[in-house]
């Protein structure tokens, strides 16, 4: 693997990382249509946790066998395939080293209340990430929630971990809890929440994309007195990069609930314009039929890449 002059500078942001870690974020960084551009595409599958499996599934359902998404990732040329401990251990062998992949290692589900108590149980290790030959593992939190501190101090023990053993650390960030439905999506929590990431160690950050909403009346004022441009989407994610250690630390966007392949497209383009780093896109892959989903994934690339 040749590591270009781009990689190397991104690299080199992530002062304090040891040559395994730097390496694993090279294999993603490099891997697929997208290797070496600084820019990144991943299919996460973790939704049958999150969701369900027929909310997730029924409606395309090859999607419930684990070689399906594996399958989707390499034949898309993805940049890495991130999934919950069953269902890697579903393909580990027949797609071992095919595509880099990230261990989510902790999941919530839908059946459990959650609200203001938002909070994720751990249900993978930084053993299993290794066994796998995974090249990350991916960590969710939620700022906002009543849980907020504990998951902090469950991130940084297995951030440390991991670190010391050669793997990337990618933090989900997803605000929730004792603020409005519209704060969830406000630029201001996601931002915040992106933020706290980076303090946390994290190499790549994935958050929402965020509204123009302004959910905390003290961070409203001093985003009306300094004049924070958040009048579009592009502003809004170039506003998160900035937050993000002036664009010092890796920023993925999620791809959100099902929508057109236009809306999809108009969203990667402002990721693209605003200085972002990328998309983690899911159920707007899974959910189409597949020849679809490549048609769209592989446009999503082309957008990256300034040809589209």
Known sequence: M????????????????????????????????????????????????????????????????PHYHYQMAVDASLSAFAAPLGLLEAGADTFAGAIPT??????????????????????????????????????????????????????????????????????WSYVRGNMSKAGEGGIDTIAYGAHMACLLGAHVIKVKLPSDYLENEAAKKEYLAQKIDISTLTARVRHVVETCFQGRRLVVFSGGDAKDLEGVYDDARAIRDGGGNGSIIGRNAFRRPKNEALMMLDTIIKIYQGKL
């Open 2 to 65: 040749r590591i270009n002059q781009r990689i190397k500078k991104i690299l080199s942001h992530y002062e304090s990382d040891n040559p395994g870690t730097k390496g694993n974020l090279a294999r993603i960084l490099m891997h697929g249509k997208l290797g070496g551009t600084g820019r990144m595409v991943i299919l996460p599958v973790d939704q049958g946790f999150e969701h369900g499996p027929a909310r997730s599934f029924a409606i395309n359902p090859q999607a419930y066998d």
């Open 102 to 171: 990230i261990l989510k290692i902790n999941s919530s589900n839908s059946l459990t209340p959650s609200g203001d108590d938002a909070n994720q149980a751990v249900t993978g290790s930084v053993a299993d990430a290794l066994r796998l030959g995974c090249s990350a593992i991916g960590f969710t939190i939620y700022p906002g929630s009543n849980y907020t501190h504990d998951m902090f101090e469950e991130l940084r023990e297995i951030a440390e971990e991991a670190k010391s053993c050669g793997l990337a650390v990618i933090v």
